[in-house]
């Protein structure tokens, strides 16, 4: 299995612009996951998804972040404008339901978009 | 709330000393706790999961064990490949990945040659 796919790796943005991160979700799972990452904070979930459904978006920090995932092998988080405290990494995970003991299902995480926003 | 704390924040080592990091949690009613690893660069690549106090799980030079409060990652001989940022997480709800899905702040692991 490929893993967890985003795009891009990498984007340097001037402030006020449009971005726009992609994520394709390994195979089978029906859970998504948007996280960001800072040396300050860690790492926050920003909003999930089940079934291609947003099911709890209360860590999106505001009205300028978007996310949409129009089935399920594509999603995107749009930020728009950006700002430079959106300067971060940004992670899309997937997991695959079925919770009993000893299940083992973890989240599984891509390589992140390191957003830097000037 | 549920809270996860990592200690410590950064720890290094020589190769072959052997430590341990400590992940404490406060949570309602804990149904899995989660060890993963990440390296500059990565995401998160998940290395153990835990379900309940006493048990234990090893992969190679590592071993996670569980406490009603905590979960330590034991290092035994550490190597330079073994540097890196480990993180825990903790889910509190059966069927919920989300919100209850909490990760502590890392230890950040460096081990000398």
């Known amino acids: 299995d490929a893993g967890v796919i985003q795009s891009p790796r990498h984007e340097v943005t001037e402030m006020g612009q449009e971005v726009t991160l992609r994520c394709k979700p390994i195979s089978g799972h029906d859970y998504l996951f948007w996280y960001r990452q800072t040396m300050m904070r860690g790492l926050e979930l920003l909003i999930y998804f089940n079934n291609n459904v947003p099911i709890d978006d209360s860590g999106m920090p505001e009205d300028r972040f978007s996310a949409k995932m129009p089935n399920a092998s594509f999603s995107t988080l749009k930020i728009q404008p950006s700002e430079p405290r959106d300067s971060a990494v940004y992670f899309c995970?997937?997991?695959?339901?079925?919770?009993?003991?000893?299940?083992?299902?973890?989240?599984?995480f891509g390589e992140g978009s390191w957003l830097t926003v000037v | 709330e549920d809270q996860v704390t990592q200690s410590p924040e950064a720890l290094r080592l020589q190769e072959g000393e052997s430590s341990s990091l400590n992940c404490s949690y406060t949570v309602s009613g804990l149904r899995g706790l989660f060890w993963y690893r990440q390296d500059p660069g990565k995401g998160p690549e998940f290395l153990f999961t835990?379900?309940?106090a006493g048990e234990e799980k090893e992969k190679e030079r590592l071993k996670a064990t569980l406490t009603k409060k905590e979960s330590f990652l034991h290092i035994t001989a550490p190597k330079p490949e073994d540097s890196a940022t480990y993180l825990c997480?903790?889910?509190?709800?059966?069927?919920?990945?989300?919100?209850?899905?909490?990760f502590g702040p890392g230890t950040r692991l460096s081990v000398l040659p």
């Open positions: 997480a903790v889910r509190t709800v059966p069927d919920n990945y989300g919100q209850n899905f909490v």
């Open positions: 995970a997937s997991t695959a339901a079925g919770v009993t003991p000893g299940s083992g299902n973890t989240i599984y």
């Open positions: 835990l379900y309940s």
